[in-house]
């Protein structure tokens, strides 16, 4: 690349190309010096039965903590790093972390819930994925039913062909998937149909206006009663007021997140907030 930037013709346009291929290509390193420094963690954000409260999995978030820089947002980083090889060890190493957890969540008192790994289009459709993961839940000693991959439209539309087969094999390996900030892609009713999926996430984009909304409150309710016609469970992400998750209930959605019921708590504080809330009684325990 850099060889063929060396003509005279495209001097104006390669240096603004140069720069945001530096950008990533730093990017890059500094990730992979974070990684080895340990700057990463995941936060777990609690999925609950809207109905019962019961608690029933969390969503692994990806945080960044650098030394200088502070806290980086997966929304800023994880779109620079798509495509990179970087991309796809970092996945690696979120879907390893995740496994532990529900090892040690089942070890310690809080058994058979499951997690939700993102996971980026080129990891979802990297080979080597579905030997990965049931090596880990082996090693773990997990249910393969408490790993929850979740992808966005983006993967589907890339290869659908490819995409659903992937699915498949995920799927007869006992793990479950979702799709992921559902409504925001190039969505259609008939790939909906032959999807094998376990959960639809409705993205936040049309939940946070459901109550003042009409058009966006006719959206959710009827995706909700069509996912749910199509066997399929219905997740609304970002719920933040009391309106919202009653509103939610009422259209009969399963499951719900949000920071009215928590934000994503970080890896350190888990256990602590896990014996409040469960205790309390404001999460419902499995068991
Ligand atoms: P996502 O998977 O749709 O995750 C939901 C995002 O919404 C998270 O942002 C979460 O913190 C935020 N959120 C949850 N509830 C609320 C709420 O009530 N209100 C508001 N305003 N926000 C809420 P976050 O953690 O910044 O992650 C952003 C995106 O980065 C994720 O969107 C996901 O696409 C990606 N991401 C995060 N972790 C990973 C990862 O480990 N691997 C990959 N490939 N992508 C990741
Ligand atoms: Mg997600
Ligand atoms: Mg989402
Ligand atoms: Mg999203």
């Known amino acids: 690349e850099a060889k063929a930037k060396k003509g005279t013709g495209y001097r104006v346009y390669d240096a603004t190309m140069n720069l945001k291929v530096m950008k990533k290509v730093e990017l890059e390193a500094e990730a992979r010096v974070a990684l080895r420094e340990n700057q990463f963690s995941l936060a777990l954000q609690p999925q609950l039965d809207l109905?019962?409260?019961?608690?029933?999995?969390?969503?692994?978030?990806l945080r960044w903590y650098h030394p200088d820089k502070g806290h980086i947002s997966p929304a800023e980083f994880i779109p620079l790093l798509e495509n990179t090889a970087f991309m796809l060890e970092l996945d690696y190493w979120v879907i390893n972390k995740a496994t532990q957890l529900v090892r040690?969540?089942?070890?310690?008192?809080?058994?058979?819930?499951k997690v939700a790994i993102n996971l980026s289009a080129a990891q979802f459709l990297?080979?080597?994925?579905?030997?990965?993961?049931?090596?880990?839940?082996?090693?773990n000693d997990i249910a393969p039913s408490q790993v929850c991959l979740e992808l966005t439209e983006t993967v589907l539309v890339t290869d659908i062909e490819r995409a659903t087969s992937v699915m498949r094999k995920?799927?007869?390996?006992?793990?479950?998937?979702?799709?992921?900030?559902?409504?925001?892609?190039?969505?259609?009713?008939s790939y909906l149909k032959s999807l094998p999926a376990d959960y639809i996430k409705i993205d936040r984009s049309f939940i946070s206006n459901i109550t003042e909304n009409a058009d966006d409150r006719n959206i959710v309710h009827s995706t909700i009663s069509m996912?749910?016609?199509?066997?399929?469970?219905?997740i609304a992400e970002g719920i933040e007021t009391i309106e919202q998750h009653e509103m939610l209930c009422h259209f009969e959605a399963h499951q719900g997140?949000?920071?009215?019921?928590s934000r994503?708590?970080?890896?350190?504080?888990?256990?602590?907030?896990?014996?409040?809330?469960?205790?309390s009684g404001v999460w419902k325990s499995t068991i």
């Open 227 to 234: 996912v749910r016609n199509l066997n399929l469970q219905v």
């Open 170 to 189: 995920i799927r007869e390996m006992g793990c479950m998937l979702a799709i992921d900030d559902f409504g925001t892609g190039y969505s259609s009713l």
């Open 51 to 61: 109905k019962s409260h019961k608690l029933l999995g969390f969503e692994a978030l």
């Open 126 to 139: 990297d080979p080597s994925l579905p030997n990965f993961l049931q090596q880990q839940i082996i090693n």
């Open 264 to 279: 994503p708590i970080p890896e350190t504080e888990l256990w602590n907030t896990l014996e409040d809330k469960v205790s």
């Open 104 to 113: 040690e969540l089942n070890a310690n008192g809080y058994p058979g819930i």
């Open 257 to 261: 997140q949000g920071y009215l019921i």
